[in-house]
């Protein structure tokens, strides 16, 4: 009889020692962040029923369900009352779900510091000694990209060319004068002025007469002189220059033609008469 009582007592305790424990193993979530805008979520539902999971980001606000507003009556979250839902993450039995969680550069920062509070937690399920209360962790926000536009080309630089102002002509300071050579005069008039000034009277050479008033001056010949006149033009169609004699030697070239005649003239009637013996 004492055996048989022994065995159902046996029974019990053992209930009594495992029951307990395993009333104690419930869900459970970490969360943590190691770079700039990235929080890390992990869900642990090692019972067997499936559960939700849940996050916020910031002060987002979150949308109700059938549940939002209740207040929970059991469990780790007793007397709290159930709020929005933010980004359910099923979780089934026995197993384990890993969210990385994106914050947006935008997300508003309510404190100013550049920080933004991650918080999630396990609160919807169909045991309520089995939910997780919240864990949070800071994640600090990135920089945002630069959008600025790089600086535009001012008009009139020439990349090939970067020391010349825009607008600049080439040749130097005159309009007129042609590239790479500031020899040549140009609009401004000083060389202009030179060439005027070594012109002839009334623009043909030489320099303006003092009686220059738009009339050309009268002029009176000059004795002509005896002196030989050379001619230094050359007739395209003669073979020879032309030379020109003064009127004294005009009158010498007939005289010495008759002399030479008359002289010839003389011998020849010499020579005739010593051959005929006159």
Known sequence: MRKLLTIPAAVAGVFLCVSPAAADEGTSVTIGSEECGIATVTFSNPTDFKFFGDFQIGSESG???DVTGDTIEEGPLE???WGNVFHLTPIAAGSEETVT?????DTPDVNGDGVITVRAWIDRGPEQHFFAPAQSVDVDLCEPESTTPPNPEEPGDDPENPGEEPGEQP????PGDEPGNPEKPGDDGDDGDDKRDEGGDNGKGGQPSETDDGVAPVTTPGPTSSAPVTVDAVSANDDLADT???GTLTWLVPAGVALLAVGGGTVWLSRRRGEHGA
Do not use: I, K, L
Not at 101 to 105: C, H, L, R, S, Y
């Open 244 to 246: 020109g004699v003064s």
């Open 63 to 65: 949308t109700a369900d």
């Open 171 to 174: 040749g130097g300071e005159n």
């Open 79 to 81: 007397n709290e009352t």
């Open 101 to 105: 969680v994106e914050v947006p550069v």
